[in-house]
Each structure stands twice: as structure tokens, then as C-alpha cells.
């Protein structure tokens, strides 16, 4: 009998945090937590809102960018020349011309820019570029109005 009630001693001793403790302490985790990831989400969504709306201003609606008369002069001058055409009814600027080559290296054209282009207006630009070029990217104050021309779309005269 001794044996038996020592027994039942230490498990009456030995207690555990009841339910009502432990579903206490889980639901302030839950609320925690919960407050932690709403706090997150709503930053990242002001986030995302700032972003599209600096990205987006209204006056770039109406701008439309064309690209005319792409040609890379082969001869001894090695130089690419285009018209870039405003042909909507916004003015926008011209803010950087970066050139991406074959061989995995690019060029940043010379610091002229910004460039006004008003409506309707057409730009002529002329660089010394070297050849095999991949890709060239035109950089406008809109940035979602911003071109990029592949070196196919080049005209080697």
C-alpha cells in the first residue's frame, strides 16, 4: 500500500497549467500576431499605393513616345542617330539613354539629358555607340512611357 499511495502523491503534485490558463495564453498570442501582420499589411499597402501613384501622374496619360528613323552608322563614324516623336498632347522630358551590348557590358549616353520634348515635338540625337548592340533603353519622366528598342530594330546604313 505504501508503494501505491506514494504513487498517487506525486501525481497529485504534479499539475499542469489548467485549460482556462492555456486558452488564455493562446488567444493573446492569436491577438499578437494578428496585430503584427495587420500593422505589416497595411504598410505594405500604402507602400504599393505611394509607388503606383508617384509612377503614375496624370499628365503622363497623354504622352506617347515614338521612335523614327533608328539607323547605326557602320562606316568610320560608328554612330547611332533616331528621332524620338512626342505624339501625344503632354510634354515630358527625355531623362536618360542607356545603351546594353552583346557582350554583356552598357553605356550610359552623354549627360545631356534632361531633354525637354513638349507635344507634338520630334528630338534628333546622335552618339558614338559601338556595334553589336542588344537593346537600347529611352528613360522618360513617365516611367511607364519609357522605350525599349532591340538592336533588330536598328537600320545599319
Not at 504534479?14 to 503584427?36: E, M, Q
Not at 500604402?46 to 503622363?60: G, L
Not at 496619360?61 to 505624339?87: E, G
Request: with cysteine; hydrophobic share 40%; charged share 20%.
Amino acid at each position: 500500500m505504501v508503494g501505491i499511495f506514494s504513487h498517487d502523491i506525486l501525481h497529485k503534485q504534479r499539475k499542469g497549467v489548467s485549460p482556462f490558463i492555456a486558452s488564455v495564453i493562446l488567444i493573446l498570442i492569436t491577438i499578437v500576431v494578428g496585430s503584427f501582420l495587420t500593422s505589416w499589411s497595411q504598410d505594405l499597402a500604402k507602400d504599393q499605393t505611394d509607388a503606383v501613384t508617384r509612377n503614375t501622374k496624370p499628365e503622363c496619360n497623354y504622352v506617347f513616345l515614338n521612335v523614327q528613323d533608328l539607323q547605326y552608322d557602320n562606316t568610320t563614324a560608328k554612330q547611332l542617330s533616331m528621332l524620338v516623336q512626342n505624339t501625344g498632347t503632354s510634354d515630358t522630358q527625355i531623362i536618360g539613354m542607356q545603351l546594353f551590348y552583346d557582350n554583356f557590358t552598357e553605356e550610359s549616353l552623354p549627360d545631356i539629358f534632361p531633354v525637354d520634348l513638349e507635344a507634338g515635338s520630334i528630338q534628333p540625337f546622335r552618339f558614338n555607340a559601338s556595334e553589336n548592340i542588344k537593346y537600347i533603353q529611352i528613360i522618360s519622366s513617365c516611367q511607364d512611357k519609357s522605350i525599349k528598342l532591340y538592336g533588330s530594330d536598328i537600320n545599319i546604313i
